[in-house]
Nanobody, 116 residues
């Protein structure tokens, strides 16, 4: 079955950096576009980064553009999210999934907390 396992979150001060990883299994990872999403308390889940199946194209919402970078390693079935210059408003649980997402395959996510 499809499994998505996120890791790399933690507590970081404003201006700090984190690198998230997502290990995928149970489907042909290299043929799917992938995205990172996040959900803050009391808010809806939102997309924060997208990458095509080949890794040749990426996109971001304005809220994270210039600070977040998505990448993938199809040989390792893994997608990454490098987050720099983190802000308190980036605090959320971060998830990876295909795009469009497989609704039955959401993982546990990884908590990112940005606070001094």
């Amino acid at each position: 079955q499809v499994q998505l396992v996120e890791s790399g979150g933690g507590l970081v001060q404003p201006g700090g950096s984190l690198r998230l990883s997502c290990a995928a299994s149970g489907f042909t990872f290299s043929t799917y576009a992938m995205s990172w999403y996040r959900q803050a308390p009391g808010k809806e889940r939102e997309l924060v980064a997208h990458i095509t199946w080949s890794g040749g194209d990426t996109s971001y919402p304005d809220s994270v553009k210039g600070r977040f970078t998505i990448s993938r390693d199809n040989a390792k079935n893994t997608v990454y999210l490098q987050m720099n210059n983190l802000k308190p408003e980036d605090t959320a649980v971060y998830y990876c999934n295909t795009n469009p997402p497989r609704e039955s395959s959401w993982g546990q996510g990884t908590q990112v907390t940005v606070s001094s």
